[in-house]
């Protein structure tokens, strides 16, 4: 069956179906019935509306969700700036960082698992491009924590929907709307403004985040495709109505706004909805339920066909952010390099792996845990050694990539890399395109006798080629 073999069991319950319109309830007749905001809500509970685009977004693209809970959000103290000279996910005129804009190719040794945090202290800005405050652009994380958050804490991320994918160790994750456990292998999307927190009951976690700025993720169009495939809609998990009854303690909320962290005091528990009905809410997705799609007569396509999650720019087509995997697969083409071809691309990519070998990178360099980034028309493809395989492979049909799982945040953005990901994480290889790519050697033969058709070249012997096969010959 096309589903992970996961370690940890699953220990909560969900409800399946991507941008569906779900409602859930952890105590019967909480939810009123036949509206949304009744002058008094089912048991003393409070009416709240969260909206994830504006009011008067066309049907097709409003998000929003109608929480019944113990009380509102908004009772909760002033916000505070927190850890001002160490937070700062935002580079450029609103923080003390900068990007660093370059074309060379970059490749991280895997990141260090750090035990000594927690999860909102654990995540590094390594790349992105754009501004939160703008909503325009993304940002690309590492995380690495050892620790829970307190007991009486929360997070949230007022900047963009937060894509999460870990490589180590299980997140245990109680949102406002319900709970759920993300292990390696799935992937998770916290969207902005929802509260959480994270605890790790398999010990310390690592793995990939992308923060989305602008937009919502969506499935991608199939097209020729047709009904089903890639990634279907069936298989994404939303949580269950869960709720806690605390309103005599005090619960410090953390909001990373603007790049920024803020904390604020409250006497409740911020996990308090008792029931909820919308279509914006947090969600969990199995990779390995992706229906991977290819060639099976020759070439090698595009890898736009393994797009999981895509979040549309102004121009149909062109993606703020692709969230793209390369999944144990099978490949038939005939007379075909079957690795991916070599290329430039109008489109950034940065690469990680989960586990296992990524098939186009079989030199060793791009382990688990690490990462690379293939910036705008930055030129790139597989290295010396899997060239010199593929090309000498029998063609006969070949299962690739079992035991592994590698995926792409892809932007048409010029991504800058940070500080932190350029010198001070200390995990650059210095040696990747000399490792990569300086190992090729030219194969080119000319044929005997060569027919040149181009008056600017020389053939074998020196003497020019056929005049009358030249426009313009002098």
Request: aromatic letters at 12%; one cysteine or more.
């Given at each position: 069956?096309?589903?992970?073999?996961?370690?940890?069991?699953?220990?909560?319950?969900?409800?399946?179906?991507?941008?569906?319109?779900?409602?859930?309830?952890?105590?019967?007749?909480?939810?009123?019935?036949?509206?949304?905001?009744?002058?008094?809500?089912?048991?003393?509970?409070?009416?709240?509306?969260?909206?994830?685009?504006?009011?008067?977004?066309?049907?097709?693209?409003?998000?929003?969700?109608?929480?019944?809970?113990?009380?509102?959000?908004?009772?909760?103290?002033?916000?505070?700036?927190?850890?001002?000279?160490?937070?700062?996910?935002?580079?450029?005129?609103?923080?003390?960082?900068?990007?660093?804009?370059?074309?060379?190719?970059?490749?991280?040794?895997?990141?260090?698992?750090?035990?000594?945090?927690?999860?909102?202290?654990?995540?590094?800005?390594?790349?992105?491009?754009?501004?939160?405050?703008?909503?325009?652009?993304?940002?690309?994380?590492?995380?690495?924590?050892?620790?829970?958050?307190?007991?009486?804490?929360?997070?949230?991320?007022?900047?963009?929907?937060?894509?999460?994918?870990?490589?180590?160790?299980?997140?245990?994750?109680?949102?406002?709307?319900?709970?759920?456990?993300?292990?390696?292998?799935?992937?998770?999307?916290?969207?902005?403004?929802?509260?959480?927190?994270?605890?790790?009951?398999?010990?310390?976690?690592?793995?990939?985040?992308?923060?989305?700025?602008?937009?919502?993720?969506?499935?991608?169009?199939?097209?020729?495709?047709?009904?089903?495939?890639?990634?279907?809609?069936?298989?994404?998990?939303?949580?269950?109505?869960?709720?806690?009854?605390?309103?005599?303690?005090?619960?410090?909320?953390?909001?990373?706004?603007?790049?920024?962290?803020?904390?604020?005091?409250?006497?409740?528990?911020?996990?308090?909805?008792?029931a909820w009905h919308g279509n914006y809410y947090?969600?969990?997705?199995?990779?390995?339920?992706?229906?991977?799609?290819?060639?099976?007569?020759?070439?090698?396509?595009?890898?736009?066909?393994?797009?999981?999650?895509?979040?549309?720019?102004?121009?149909?087509?062109?993606?703020?952010?692709?969230?793209?995997?390369?999944?144990?697969?099978?490949?038939?083409?005939?007379?075909?390099?079957?690795?991916?071809?070599?290329?430039?691309?109008?489109?950034?990519?940065?690469?990680?792996?989960?586990?296992?070998?990524?098939?186009?990178?079989?030199?060793?360099?791009?382990?688990?845990?690490?990462?690379?980034?293939?910036?705008?028309?930055?030129?790139?493809?597989?290295?010396?050694?899997?060239?010199?395989?593929?090309?000498?492979?029998?063609?006969?049909?070949?299962?690739?990539?079992?035991?592994?799982?590698?995926?792409?945040?892809?932007?048409?953005?010029?991504?800058?890399?940070?500080?932190?990901?350029?010198?001070?994480?200390?995990?650059?290889?210095?040696?990747?395109?000399?490792?990569?790519?300086?190992?090729?050697?030219?194969?080119?033969?000319?044929?005997?006798?060569?027919?040149?058709?181009?008056?600017?070249?020389?053939?074998?012997?020196?003497?020019?080629?056929?005049?009358?096969a030249v426009p313009h010959y002098t």
């Amino acid at each position: 069956m096309p589903v992970t073999n996961f370690k940890i069991p699953e220990k909560y319950e969900y409800q399946n179906g991507f941008s569906a319109y779900h409602e859930t309830e952890a105590v019967e007749g909480a939810l009123p019935i036949g509206a949304n905001n009744p002058q008094k809500a089912p048991f003393g509970l409070y009416n709240e509306k969260l909206s994830g685009t504006a009011f008067t977004a066309p049907r097709h693209e409003n998000q929003q969700t109608w929480l019944y809970r113990i009380l509102p959000a908004s009772a909760h103290a002033p916000f505070e700036a927190r850890e001002t000279s160490t937070f700062d996910t935002n580079p450029g005129i609103h923080g003390k960082e900068r990007w660093h804009q370059i074309p060379n190719q970059l490749r991280w040794d895997p990141f260090d698992l750090d035990e000594t945090v927690d999860w909102v202290h654990s995540l590094r800005l390594v790349a992105g491009a754009g501004d939160p405050t703008m909503k325009s652009g993304l940002g690309i994380f590492i995380f690495a924590a050892g620790k829970d958050m307190e007991p009486h804490e929360a997070f949230y991320s007022a900047d963009g929907d937060l894509l999460i994918v870990p490589q180590h160790g299980v997140l245990d994750i109680h949102t406002e709307l319900g709970k759920l456990l993300v292990r390696p292998n799935e992937i998770c999307v916290i969207p902005r403004g929802i509260r959480h927190r994270v605890t790790l009951p398999e010990g310390p976690v690592r793995g990939y985040m992308m923060e989305l700025y602008q937009g919502h993720f969506q499935l991608p169009e199939l097209g020729p495709i047709g009904s089903n495939g890639l990634a279907n809609a069936r298989d994404f998990q939303a949580p269950v109505a869960a709720f806690d009854e605390d309103t005599e303690t005090e619960y410090t909320l953390l909001a990373k706004f603007s790049g920024h962290l803020f904390a604020a005091k409250q006497n409740h528990t911020p996990f308090d909805v008792v029931a909820w009905h919308g279509n914006y809410y947090p969600y969990k997705y199995d990779l390995a339920r992706f229906n991977t799609m290819g060639s099976i007569s020759y070439d090698h396509p595009d890898p736009s066909i393994f797009t999981v999650l895509t979040a549309q720019s102004d121009h149909a087509g062109t993606a703020i952010a692709d969230f793209v995997i390369f999944p144990p697969r099978w490949l038939v083409a005939e007379d075909t390099f079957r690795p991916p071809w070599y290329h430039r691309n109008t489109m950034s990519e940065f690469m990680g792996l989960i586990h296992g070998q990524y098939d186009a990178k079989t030199g060793g360099g791009f382990q688990p845990a690490g990462a690379s980034l293939h910036n705008v028309m930055s030129a790139h493809g597989p290295d010396a050694s899997t060239h010199e395989k593929a090309s000498n492979a029998e063609l006969k049909p070949m299962k690739v990539g079992e035991g592994s799982m590698a995926f792409m945040f892809e932007s048409c953005l010029m991504v800058g890399v940070t500080e932190w990901g350029l010198k001070k994480c200390a995990k650059v290889q210095e040696d990747y395109n000399a490792e990569s790519w300086a190992p090729l050697k030219p194969h080119f033969k000319r044929p005997t006798p060569a027919k040149i058709v181009n008056g600017a070249a020389k053939g074998a012997n020196g003497e020019v080629g056929d005049e009358a096969a030249v426009p313009h010959y002098t």
